[in-house]
C-alpha cells in the first residue's frame, strides 16, 4: 500500500516556476515507478511525466518537454516535478501515482495509487 501527498501549488505569473513535490509512505516507494498527471477544468486527466523507480527513466508529455523535469529521492520517498516558464495552459491540478513496478507507465489505468492533487494557477 502507497499513500502519497502533494505539495507545492500555488499561483505564478506566466513564466514563473513552481517545484511540486509528492511524499509517499509505504515501504514499496523505492520499487515504485511514478508518474505526474494533470487535470484542468472540464477536461480530462492527462500525463505530464514518469520516472522509474530508479530514476534512470524518464519520459514527458510533448507538452511539457524542456520545461517540466521530474526526479526523485528514495532515501525521502519523494517525487519532484519542476516546472519552469509556465504557461496559462499549465493551469490544472496536479496529481501524482505510483506503481509498483520496474517499468515506466504512462497511462491513467496502469497506476494504483494516487494523491488528492495540487492546484497550480498560472495567470496572465
Known amino acids: 500500500q502507497v499513500q502519497l501527498v502533494e505539495s507545492g501549488g500555488g499561483l505564478v505569473q506566466v513564466g514563473g516556476s513552481l517545484r511540486l513535490s509528492c511524499a509517499a509512505s509505504?515501504?514499496?516507494?523505492?520499487?515504485?515507478?511514478m508518474g505526474w498527471f494533470r487535470q484542468a477544468p472540464g477536461k480530462e486527466r492527462e500525463f505530464v511525466a514518469a520516472?522509474?523507480?530508479?530514476?534512470?527513466?524518464?519520459y514527458y508529455a510533448d507538452s511539457v518537454k524542456g520545461r517540466f523535469t521530474i526526479s526523485r529521492d528514495n532515501s525521502k520517498n519523494t517525487v519532484y516535478l519542476q516546472m519552469n516558464s509556465l504557461k496559462p495552459e499549465d493551469t490544472a491540478v496536479y496529481y501524482c501515482?505510483?506503481?509498483?513496478?520496474?517499468?515506466?507507465?504512462?497511462?491513467?489505468?496502469?497506476?494504483?495509487?494516487w494523491g488528492q492533487g495540487t492546484q497550480v494557477t498560472v495567470s496572465s
Open positions: 501515482a505510483a506503481r509498483n513496478t520496474y517499468g515506466l507507465p504512462t497511462k491513467i489505468n496502469e497506476y494504483a495509487y
Open positions: 509505504g515501504r514499496t516507494f523505492s520499487s515504485a515507478a
Open positions: 520516472i522509474s523507480w530508479s530514476g534512470a527513466r524518464t
